[in-house]
């Protein structure tokens, strides 16, 4: 239990018991709902995924007999959990369900005979517009809001015009905003709607606000608090560790089939199952469509999901998915919000995954059960060209230099041979003690174990693993990224180290008494020592402004080193271990 919590009287845990079945409160759900309950404080929660948020908000009014607001994005998700609630014998409703029900709905409403109350932030943003326009004294029929809907035939709409609603106004036990962090451009589902919701406060100004979120970035996290205009929080932060998922990193071979089959096995002849459903996300609209296409040749029931396809066409594949119909979800970063699946068993990054934080939300979706999971990055060094691509589709400039940053941190993972999961981790939490680790949570500590348990060799060879001296190499590396005039990516220097005929190289450059000097390595060789150069900042990589990929240019530190070698000692990534196997 939280040392913290304040103590529990036994009244609330045998309503625990009575309306949710469970025996005792998760660390933290007692001290949010008490706050809300005996202080009536503004909370903003952030939680790791399937800590159990829901009933931080759906409790106090289940207690108190009360009603709780709850905004949130997603439809699917709220009936979803309208419906959970109904059958635990709660009494909740969506505002917004087919009008036929709507009367009875108001009925109920007015009747106060709802705990919980879903809507959509664009609902909350029309009545906005309605008391301003009531402020104004514009007719209401003339009301309109700036989404082109009418306000007349708005739900929230008349849940406040009521003439009941002071009444219903006392009753209202809390307000939460679910998925928060849509208020924040610095998020990865920003909703405009979202930023009305600190408005919200004027109509209901004694009600307290509960943002929940399970996005750990702090810029996020302080957007929601500013935006929302929550008063003192209480601000709860979970653990962002998730022991139950396991963290692998391979490369890519360049053949689908055969990079995915070590995640398959057959059933009967070339038909072949993934072990659980699983989710392959892919960096582009094209490639999900190879995928997909590849897994059905092998008789794998998929289907491909991207912004592309039909609202239809999506929701059907993502029906199927949660319904067991089909194993596997071939999609881009579009499939996310809303996957209530608690038993999705692998996820797989077919393809470099954008950036940190873009990854960490999209392996939170594996093994919300807390039951085993698993999470592979099968990439390739090209892959961040594409990535790079999508930053221009960024138009606030602060946001698209840390989404850059985000990148390379992302490279930095990929390529890591320390713990992944501690080093994702570190990237949101900043005490390292708190992680523990395991022998098995990652491949690098799999590896590490084995070794240690007797099976040596392989990539973890203790010669080839620790630090070596590359000054020769870099040194090379820097006089042909000088000599070709840094104008190009890794590409062209490596040429000219290998002597390659490639046109890019000019006839002076073939001359060169130091052409084909680093021929001794293979052209993936000096591509993964390249990388590992850009990571210690030797060589800087310049975006093409619009553009695809980047050129390369010896950083302060290069040409620092460059005057005056001294030995450079690095340990070698796991790109470079693999082109040495
Ligand atoms: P989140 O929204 O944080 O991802 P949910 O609210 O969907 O998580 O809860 C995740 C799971 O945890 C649900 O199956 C829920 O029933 C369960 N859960 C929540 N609170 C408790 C509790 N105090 N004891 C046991 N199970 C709980």
Known sequence: HDPTAPPIDPVFVDALKTYFGHSKFRPMQWKIVSSVLKDRRDNCVIMATGYGKSLCYQFPSVFTGGTTLVVSPLISL??????????????????????????????????GEYRVVYLTPEISAHELM??????????????????????????????????????????????????????SQWGHDFRSAYRTLGSLRNILPSVPFMALTATATPEVQSDIIRSLALKNPLVTCT?????????????????????????????????????????????????????????KSMGVKAEIYHAGLSLQQRNNAHHKFV?????????????????????VRKIIHYGAPRDIESYYQEIGRAG???????CYAIFAPADFQ??????????????????????????????????????????????????????????????????????????FDDDKCSERDFSKELDLLLQAVSITGQRFGLAVPIYFLRGSTNQKLYERHRKHKDFGSGKHHSEKWWKAFGHMAIMDDMLKEIPVQQGYGSTVEISAKGRNWFSAPTAYKLTPNQELLNCEK
Request: aromatic fraction near 8%; charged fraction near 25%; glycine fraction near 6%.
């Open 323 to 343: 319904r067991d119909e089909i194993q596997c979800i071939v999609a881009t970063v579009a499939f996310g919000m809303g996957i209530d699946k608690p038993d």
């Open 130 to 183: 309605i008391e301003k326009g009531r402020a104004l004294g514009i007719p209401l029929d003339q009301r309109l809001c700036p989404l082109g809907c009418n306000l007349i035939e708005n739900e929230f709409h008349f849940l406040l015009q009521c003439p009941k609603f002071g009444e219903i106004r006392t009753r209202i036990t809390l307000v939460a905003i679910d998925e928060a962090h849509c208020v």
């Open 239 to 295: 653990s962002f560790d998730r022991p139950n998922l396991y963290l692998e990193v391979r490369m890519k071979s360049g053949n689908i089939q055969h990079d995915l089959m070590p995640f398959l096995k057959e059933t009967k002849q070339f038909h072949y199952e993934f072990d659980g459903p699983t989710i392959i996300y892919c960096p582009t609209k094209k490639a999900t469509s190879n995928v997909g296409a590849v897994l």
């Open 78 to 111: 709220m009936e979803d959990q309208v419906l959970s609630l109904q059958v635990a014998n709660i009494s909740a409703c969506f505002l917004g369900s087919a009008q036929s029900e709507m009367r009875e709905v108001k009925q109920k409403l007015l009747a």
């Open 386 to 459: 594409t990535n790079r691509f999508f930053l221009n589709d960024i138009t606030n400039s602060n946001f698209r230099e840390h989404k850059a940053r985000m990148m390379t941190k992302m490279k930095q993972y990929l390529n890591i041979i320390e713990c992944r999961r501690r080093a994702l981790l570190l990237h949101f939490e900043s005490k390292k003690s708190s992680l523990t680790g395991s022998d098995l949570c990652c491949d690098v500590c799999r590896k590490k174990w084995r070794k240690q348990n007797g099976n040596r060799g392989g990539v």
């Open 368 to 374: 919300r059960d807390g039951l085993p999971s698993e």
